[in-house]
């Protein structure tokens, strides 16, 4: 096998209560990648589709990424990469990252596997520091392992590909505006108080013992945010109204997607996830910026050959 061409799902992190270290995977939203083995060393970036990202090997989440896996491999040979960008930059469901963990998932399969899945994510996580200027694995775990994950720990890291539902489906509301992960960062305070961090791994706990037992009630509790959303959601019109129809339609919780502005809702079953996804539209439209909305399973299987 020479070339290769797979799909790179889009994933929501932080879900609410696990900022940086929870993750899930989505179907149906991602980007395409094609990766082929070439006999001339080092990686390039041949082509790229749907976004305006650069060329350079070292400035492209997916060339940053692929070059750390090769330094890891005595590989005689190199990779070309061509990007075919589905999910828009800034827009809060991992398209960095499913360009990152695209690049590194290919490029193991064409050298016959030496990583595991589990391994490829810190390899994947040097390309988000390229657009985020922070390592932070909670949309690149997701995108290679599939399903919910967490991050127990960054040092070293440790990835937990955990136990949910079958019938949690995602909803995901996308407004057409970029927010740069960096600069939603920036608006985040250093320090927090011991009591919104005593309510927050509660919440933590919560939502992956709720996950563990199929305890619908109890994910719904812990989807909460009182350290984050507090101070992000002011870059994000009509959050509010759009959370509140959430839950008034029968979400079990909503928030922000990773470093927004896209706004996701999890809720049990296909037919809720339907009348969330009304009424977090109908909840949008007056603000007048476009937008898209997704319904999603989660993905279990996560990165995958196309
Ligand atoms: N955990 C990250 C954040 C995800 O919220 O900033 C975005 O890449």
């Known amino acids: 096998m020479t070339e290769i061409k797979i799909f790179c799902p889009a994933t ?3 879900l609410n209560c696990g900022f940086d270290v929870l993750g899930l995977c989505l179907e149906g939203i991602g980007d395409e990648m094609i990766i082929r083995k070439v006999a001339e060393k080092g990686i390039r970036i041949t082509k790229i589709t749907g976004a305006d990202l650069p060329l350079e090997t070292e400035k492209n989440v997916a060339g940053v990424a692929a070059l750390a896996l090769l330094k890891a491999t005595q590989s005689d040979f190199g990779f070309e990469i061509e990007i075919h960008k589905k999910i828009k930059a800034g827009s809060g469901i991992g398209s960095s990252s499913a360009s990152a963990a695209g690049a590194v998932f290919g490029i193991n399969e064409l050298l016959g596997r030496p990583f595991t899945r589990h391994e490829l994510v810190e390899f994947a996580m040097k390309g988000e520091v390229v657009a985020s200027g922070s390592e932070h694995a909670d949309n690149v775990a997701p995108c290679l392992l599939g399903g919910f994950t967490l991050v127990r720990g960054y040092n070293p890291l440790d990835v ?6 079958s019938e949690i489906y995602a909803v995901v509301l996308h407004p057409h505006i970029e927010v740069k992960t960096s600069d939603s960062r920036a608006v985040l305070s250093p320090t927090i108080a011991l009591k919104d961090a005593i309510t927050q791994w509660g919440n933590l706990g919560g939502l ?3 996950l563990y037992s199929k305890d619908y009630g109890l994910i719904g509790r812990s989807l909460q945010d009182v350290i984050i959303e507090p101070l992000r959601k002011k870059l994000i019109l009509n959050f509010d109204q759009v959370k509140n129809s959430a839950h008034d339609a029968g979400a079990l919780g909503a928030g922000i997607s990773g470093a927004g502005p896209s ?4 809720c049990k079953g296909q037919n809720s996830a339907e009348e969330v996804a ?9 603000t007048g910026i476009p937008f898209d909305i997704h319904v999603s399973r989660v993905n279990a299987e ?5």
């Not at 009304?278 to 007056?286: E, I, P, Q």
């Open 12 to 14: 929501i992190a932080n």
């Open 160 to 165: 937990i590909r955990m136990e949910s539902p």
């Open 208 to 210: 992956i013992a709720g």
């Open 263 to 266: 706004i996701f809702a999890l």
């Open 278 to 286: 009304f009424a977090m539209s109908n909840s949008y439209l007056d």
């Open 302 to 306: 996560g990165v995958r050959i196309k």
